[in-house]
């Protein structure tokens, strides 16, 4: 009898734009690539662990290529099981509206948690059964969305207790026990998470602090042992969690920040027999668009570095490589936007950084950098300025966690 496979993917992040160029073909041909894969190793399921969207109001271009995606995806292969989460990008409301549409067609979408009629908890919403080539069950999914502080249960102030990672704890263990209960000998348990784990390698530039900042990591405790896979969404570099080879990220499919361009985009193959996980391969998700980075002590370097860049002259704008230039000054140099934008005149890159790192001229890098616009910084890193200007060092852990409680709150209303 042939093993399941379960494909897992998140954080497409569909509507993206990087300094202002818009992914949606980056996106696009991921999509096309991501259905060839579901066919050339016959997937059985295809997880999708949050964060489908950018942002809570997608634009138009955006919703098409998730619809058109899904659609695609099961005219081609109609006994695939699609299940999709929210993550902390996404409308948790807005990504469910359709789904009665969508469970039709057996796409199962979850945005929020599930109550009984008490208003408590009911986790059987969230278990989805998931189906091999002759159409017996496979696995039973537990498709945890994101969990936002308003979902967590009300936790008793106890001293070694953080109320948030204990709330996040029942509310899974509530979870993973009623699909435990479910599955039935054979037949392999599978979690899904869209959630920060304790000893993640964080993306800076691109991933939102959740659940009041990462303070609040998550262990890797809170899944059982005898979970056969758990699908995790967040952050977007690919990797195991806590030495458990069955908790992993998938990673992002692009690069979502110029600073994720040194590690693989990828996401997941999966495979389980009586119940077990018994192999997973990796699948490296071609780069449509390359990022160059350009870092040098000096601006002559740096210019003649771009001089001799290879870039290919015949391929469409929409694949034109990305390019962030960075360069070491004693002192300003308003002219270098002009001096390298002259070396890459006519040619088929599109510079969207140029970065200046001042030493040597006797004052701070704050006081003599140039104005910084106010779109390129995290709002952590805004709070942390405008302290600073009223107060000596940086704000402590406790207020910090406060900030990104907040900033979490109007982020979800956005």
């Known amino acids: 009898m042939r093993s399941f496979r379960l494909l897992h993917t998140a954080d497409w992040h569909l509507g993206q734009t990087l300094h202002g160029i818009p992914r949606d073909a980056e996106h696009e041909r991921f999509l096309d690539w991501l259905i060839d894969r579901i066919g050339e190793h016959d997937v059985d399921a295809l997880v999708i662990a949050g964060d489908v969207f950018d942002g809570q109001n997608p634009p138009i271009p955006a919703l098409a290529l998730f619809y058109r995606f899904v659609a695609r995806a099961k005219a081609l292969h109609p006994r695939l099981d699609i299940v999709v989460v929210a993550g902390n990008h996404d409308s948790a409301s807005r990504l469910e509206a359709p789904s009665p549409l969508m469970t039709e067609m057996g796409v199962r979408v979850i945005g929020t948690l599930p109550s009984s009629a008490d208003g408590m908890f009911d986790p059987s919403p969230l278990i989805v059964p998931l189906r091999d080539a002759d159409g017996t069950i496979a696995a039973r999914c ?12 009300a936790i008793e102030e106890q001293e070694d207790i953080d109320p948030l990672i204990e709330g996040v704890r029942r509310l899974y263990t509530q979870a993973w026990t009623g699909g435990r209960d479910r599955c039935r000998p054979g037949e392999a348990l599978i979690l899904t998470g869209h959630c920060y784990m304790r000893g993640g390698a964080l993306s800076e ?12 990591a998550l262990p890797v405790d809170i899944f059982p042992e005898d979970a056969a896979y758990v699908a995790l969404g967040h952050l977007h570099r ?8 069955e908790v992993r990220y998938s990673g992002s499919p692009i690069p979502l920040a110029l600073d994720e361009e040194p590690y693989p985009h990828q996401v997941v193959l999966a495979e389980f027999a009586a119940g077990r996980l018994v192999g997973h391969e990796t699948l490296r998700v071609p780069r449509h668009v390359t990022i160059h980075r350009v870092a040098e002590a ?6 003649e570095r771009l001089k001799r860049l290879d870039l290919d002259g015949a391929l469409p704008r ?10 070491t000054l004693p002192e300003p140099r308003p002219a270098l936007r002009d001096e390298v934008e002259a070396v890459l ?18 004052q701070t890098l704050a006081d003599s950098a140039p104005p910084v616009d106010l779109a390129s910084l995290e709002p952590e890193e805004v709070f942390r ?7 000596d060092g940086d704000p402590d852990p406790d207020l910090m966690a406060a900030f990104h409680e907040l900033l979490t709150g109007v982020q979800e209303t956005m």
């Not at 000096?298 to 210019?303: C, F, G, R, T, V």
């Open 142 to 153: 537990v498709a945890m969305p994101y969990l936002r502080q308003s979902d967590l249960p």
């Open 238 to 245: 690919a990797q195991a969690v806590g030495g458990r080879q």
């Open 298 to 303: 000096s601006p002559e370097a740096a210019l």
């Open 205 to 216: 530039l691109s991933e939102r602090k959740i659940l009041g900042g990462n303070l609040h």
């Open 318 to 327: 929409d694949a034109w490589p990305f390019l962030e230039v960075t360069v």
């Open 385 to 391: 300025r405008l302290y600073r200007r009223s107060h």
């Open 345 to 362: 005149a006519g040619r088929p890159v599109r510079l969207l950084k140029l970065g200046v790192r001042l030493t040597g001229s006797g």
